[in-house]
Structure formats: C-alpha cells, structure tokens
Nanobody, 124 residues
Framework: QVQLVESGGGLVQAGGSLRLSCAASGRTLSSYFVGWFRQTPGKEREFVAAIKWSSDTSYYADSVKGRFTISRDNAKNTVYLQMNSLKPEDTAVYYC?????????????????WGQGTQVTVSS
C-alpha cells in the first residue's frame, strides 16, 4: 500500500516555471516506477513523464521533452517534476502514480497507486 500526495501546482504565465512534488508514504519507492499524468475536463488522462527509481531512468512525452524534468530524492521518498517554459496547453490537473511491475510506462492502467492531483494553470 502506497499513499501519494502531490503539491506545487498554481497559476503561472506562459514561459514561467513550476516544480511539482509527489511525496510517498507506506513503502519506499526503490523498486517502483513513478509517473506523472495530466487531465483536462472532457479529455482522457495523458502521460507526461515517468522514472524508474532503481536505475534513475526517465521517460517523457514528446510534448514536454526538453521543457520538463523528472527526478527523485531517495532520502525524502519523493519524485519531482520541474516544468519550465510552460505553455497554456500545459494547463491541467497533474497526478502522480506508482507501480511496481509495469509493462508500458505510458499507460495509466499499469499504475496501482494514484494521488489526488494538483492544479496547474498557465495563462497567456
């Protein structure tokens, strides 16, 4: 059993930056994949980025590659998503998720645990 809590969302102008945090409790994430997904009303939840904790291997959606960076902190059992050069189309509720055995890191149904989400709004 893993509990995930996201934080760091807010309102920012286009071109600005935000740093999201996903703090985990219940279990260490050392053997897990952790992903970030986002969702806008009327649309499906889409993959943003993921990290394999054990090898520190990162995966990114093409839409955020070069702008977003996912990272981890072993001591805090926390995953971060640094978002730079934000665009209005990045506006969404951002969720973090964790799964131990994943076949496809970009598929949301592969993840077992989800946080409550944090709102990111980018104005122009």
């Amino acid at each position: 059993q893993v509990q995930l809590v996201e934080s760091g969302g807010g309102l920012v102008q286009a071109g600005g930056s935000l740093r999201l945090s996903c703090a985990a409790s219940g279990r260490t994430l050392s053997s897990y994949f952790v992903g970030w997904f986002r969702q806008t009303p009327g649309k499906e939840r889409e993959f943003v980025a993921a990290i394999k904790w054990s090898s520190d291997t990162s995966y990114y959606a093409d839409s955020v590659k070069g702008r977003f960076t996912i990272s981890r902190d072993n001591a805090k059992n926390t995953v971060y998503l640094q978002m730079n050069s934000l665009k209005p189309e990045d506006t969404a509720v951002y969720y973090c998720a964790a799964g131990r055995w994943l076949r496809v890191v970009t598929t949301r149904t592969e993840y077992d645990y989800w946080g409550q989400g944090t709102q990111v709004t980018v104005s122009s």
